[in-house]
């Protein structure tokens, strides 16, 4: 839904008397009811990232880069179906000291070998018939620390609180109240959810 101004002026230039009007919440409105075709090919998408995380899962290992583990990652949703690796994020693989950014997003994967006791994050991304899954998870190799217990629990029980509150009619705001009064509830530091 967006065109750089330099595009806008060769389009608009080309249609005299035409004008050109925002479409966007017309297309989003319409974009947000899906057919039953289209239902499918979102779950495809979201089954071939689940075989992403499995293949993740079983590659983790002390020693494997993030790169290796993004490959892995990659290589087991194209066999399942994956047309190709969206572009915007890519896969995603942070562990240790560079699990997150600090705005919340799992940094992209680098040459950084995965350690016993690092907590990991996989960002994974695929695409069937053109319909876009994500999904994201997280992972400890070997036992989880007391903290990363805690962190587990605290983010869980957020999480519930978020998927409690998502109904038909909501507001967003009161959406985000509920979960900022969850989080606020949690032995955790600040904005720690994201």
């Known amino acids: 839904g967006v065109l750089t101004a330099h ?3 060769v389009v608009d230039g080309r249609h005299d008397g035409v004008d050109l ?8 409105d319409t974009m947000m009811v899906k ?10 998408a979201n089954e071939i990232c689940d075989v992403g995380i499995e293949a993740a899962v079983d590659a983790l290992e002390p020693g494997v880069s993030e790169i290796e583990l993004a490959g892995e990652i990659e290589r087991a949703q194209r066999r399942a179906g994956s047309e190709y690796n969206w572009s915007i994020t890519r896969t995603e693989v942070g562990s240790g000291h560079k699990q997150a950014r600090p705005n919340g997003f799992t940094p992209e994967p680098t040459t950084k070998r995965i350690q016993r006791g690092d907590l990991v994050t996989l960002d994974v991304h695929a695409v069937y018939d053109n319909y876009f899954g994500d ?3 997280n992972a400890v190799l070997g036992e989880p620390t007391d903290g990363q217990r ?3 629990r605290d983010f869980r029980s957020v999480a519930d ?12 705001q009161a959406i ?10 949690t032995d955790q530091p600040g904005d720690w959810v994201s």
């Open 7 to 9: 595009e806008y002026r």
């Open 21 to 28: 009007v925002d479409a966007t919440d017309l297309v989003n």
């Open 35 to 44: 057919t039953r075709g289209e239902i499918e090919r979102l779950r495809r």
């Open 135 to 137: 999904l994201v998870a």
């Open 150 to 152: 805690a962190l587990e």
């Open 161 to 172: 609180t978020l998927l409690d509150a998502i109904e038909p009619g909501a507001e967003i």
């Open 176 to 185: 985000v109240d509920r979960v900022d009064a969850a989080m606020a509830e």
